[in-house]
């Protein structure tokens, strides 16, 4: 789980986030409109790799004691990649109680912005430091 935890998790936190936050990010830096279009095609499929790579890394950090080893970067993980998988999680026929998967969904899409830089961030930060307790 090394790989996941400290690979893929920061690297899926940090696309995803730039794909959650790709309107502040238009705003304040307008060439960073290639790399997001590069990854736009692929936003369902980034955010599930985020959504799996977080929830295995929250119960198996390559560091640290479980729950609390990534803390922080799976947590934010989890809800990017929950926001950019929320298309898909909706069109599925599969699941019962759509109107809380609505009210999840629109609370994800009021903090969409501040979720993907700080998914930026703690991408960074655990990308660097992973052996630092809640990083």
Not at 2 to 24: E, H, N, Q, R, Y
Not at 38 to 45: N, R
Not at 103 to 110: E, H, Q
Not at 117 to 128: K, T, V
Request: glycine letters at 10%.
């Amino acid at each position: 789980m090394p790989v996941m935890d400290l690979v893929v998790l920061p690297l899926g936190c940090i696309a995803s986030g730039l794909l959650a936050s790709a309107g502040v990010i238009l705003r304040r830096l307008p060439g960073a409109g290639v790399v997001i279009n590069t990854l736009l095609p692929l936003k369902i499929w980034i955010g599930a790799a985020t959504l799996a790579a977080s929830a295995l890394s929250l119960l198996l950090p390559a560091s640290g004691p479980p729950l609390l080893g990534s803390f922080f970067p799976a947590a934010a993980g989890l809800c990017v990649g929950a926001l950019l998988c929320l298309e898909l999680i909706a069109g599925s026929r599969s699941i019962r109680r759509k109107e809380r998967l609505v009210w999840i969904g629109n609370t994800l899409l009021y903090l969409k912005n501040p979720l993907g830089l700080a998914s930026i961030l703690f991408g960074f930060l655990h990308f660097f430091f992973h052996r630092a307790l809640l990083f």
